[in-house]
């Protein structure tokens, strides 16, 4: 079966691939402040977080399993069981984080204008985003999919030939295909949602993002196949912070290694992911604990 193919694949690339609110101005802040990378506004510090009994973090509202609404109108998915957690251990409560909705394309911005503490929407690790950003250790791994209608299936790029990917901007799939496939027609979009309002509707024959998300997109919309399951290289991704940010980035890397011990990105991926992808993923292909791939 095709989608069975797809963890063994993606532990064969990992194998090869990976071995070779609005902060206030303050004192406290000179160290973020002077390495901040052309940032609007000073993120808040670690005691000013704690000060506020609250922490925003930005995550996607149309990334099913990773960050979405449900149909009772609240968010869930794998990155906000992240964020509550970290909440949690924070502040005291899971009711502590402040959840702010980003786009693909906006998450940067959001960091730079301190409007979240924290991106967690999916965020890979690039060497261009961390000129602009602060990333933590990871807690996922990932690499590019394509997803296409079973009447016309895409299995290779030179399927793509006269044909139109959809893509969302600001991710890995814009800047992939855009350096390495120019020839291809790309169709762009702001949200999520669009681009597969788009697929559905046949204005684009394909939609490439990371292969997690369009396998389970493919499970859920019957008639729709992942043909190319791993595409490009094979990545991390993980929280970010503002550049400078450094108390709570080395918090965040500390809570990350501590929740390695207890397994919990393997609690995360039973709770949120598994009843989505049953047995079709293999979660030692995706999940990192304690921020070692």
């Known amino acids: 079966m095709k989608k069975k193919v797809f963890g063994a694949l993606l532990g064969v690339v990992m194998a090869a691939g990976i071995l070779a609110g609005c902060g206030q101005t303050g004192g406290t802040k000179e160290s973020a402040a002077g390495e901040a990378g052309g940032a609007s506004a000073q993120a808040r510090t670690l005691d000013e977080i704690k000060e506020a009994g609250t922490i925003k973090i930005g995550v996607f509202s149309d990334k099913n399993p990773f960050g979405y609404v449900d149909s009772n109108g609240e968010i869930q998915g794998y990155d906000v069981y992240f964020a509550k957690r970290m909440a949690k251990d924070l502040l005291g409560g899971e009711d502590k984080v402040e959840f702010v909705y980003v786009e693909a394309a906006s998450r940067v911005e959001y960091l ?62 814009e800047t992939y295909f855009s350096q390495n496939h120019p020839e291809v ?25 990371d292969n997690t998300e369009v396998l389970a997109w493919a499970i859920q919309n019957k008639g729709f196949t992942v043909g190319i399951e791993s595409i490009g290289n094979l990545d991390t991704i993980a929280p970010a912070v503002q550049k400078g940010n450094k108390e709570l980035l080395d918090w965040i890397n500390s809570e990350i290694e501590t929740l390695g011990k207890e397994q ?26 304690g921020g070692q791939v």
Not at 191 to 209: I, K, P, V
């Open 264 to 289: 919990f990105f393997h609690k995360n991926f039973e709770e949120t992911l598994k009843p989505v992808y049953g047995d079709e993923i293999d979660p030692e292909n995706l999940v990192v604990e």
């Open 185 to 209: 027609k790309l169709l762009k979009f702001d949200e999520y949602q669009e681009a597969y309002d788009a697929l559905l509707d046949g204005r684009g024959d394909a939609f490439s993002t």
């Open 112 to 173: 730079k204008s301190a409007k979240v503490d924290v991106i967690l929407a999916n965020f890979t690790v690039t060497d261009e985003r961390k000129e602009q950003v602060d990333f933590a250790l990871p807690y996922m791994k990932v690499a590019l999919g394509v997803v296409s209608p079973d009447a016309s299936l895409i299995e290779d790029v030179a399927d793509l030939k006269d044909k139109t990917l959809i893509v969302v901007k600001g991710t890995t799939a």
